[in-house]
């Protein structure tokens, strides 16, 4: 259902368009975003990866996007320590390589030269402009 009130708000799959200019309500799907005069995004992709423990300080871990970017694109990761634990674990995450389908990821635990036990999380998001 389309909904425009008179105030001009719209809402797409919902009954009450709430305050602002236009709410959806269900997927959706665009060849581009981009909010006010900032970044302009073609495909935009994000996940969870479960990295796991490591023996050594230093861990290596490849993944592939869910679908193929048509070029390589940025990716931004952020560890996580693993839901319901007590650690302060500190890593440092670098991207060692990438494609158009996937990612090696350098884990460096920088708190002690030790490995890790739990099972640390990585946050991701990667784009093409």
């Given at each position: 259902a389309l909904i425009?009130?008179?105030?001009?708000n719209t809402g797409i799959g919902t009954s009450t368009p709430g305050t602002n200019k236009l709410d959806v309500n269900g997927n959706t799907q665009t060849d581009s975003l981009q909010v006010g005069s900032g970044t302009k995004f073609?495909?935009?992709?994000?996940?969870?990866l479960v990295a796991g423990g490591s023996a050594?300080?230093?861990?290596?871990?490849?993944?592939?996007?869910?679908t193929a970017f048509i070029t390589i694109p940025k990716i931004i990761v952020t560890?996580?320590?693993?839901?319901?634990t007590n650690?302060?674990?500190?890593?440092?995450v670098?991207?060692?390589?990438?494609t158009a389908t996937g990612v090696v990821i350098n884990i460096l635990r920088v708190?002690?030269?030790a490995?890790?036990?739990?099972?640390?999380?990585l946050d991701w998001q990667a784009w093409t402009q």
């Open positions: 425009v009130l008179k105030n001009g073609s495909k935009m992709q994000a996940g969870t050594a300080q230093l861990k290596l871990v490849t993944f592939f996007f869910p560890p996580r320590n693993e839901a319901g650690n302060n674990d500190v890593y440092a670098t991207v060692r390589s990438i708190d002690i030269a490995g890790w036990g739990q099972n640390l999380q």
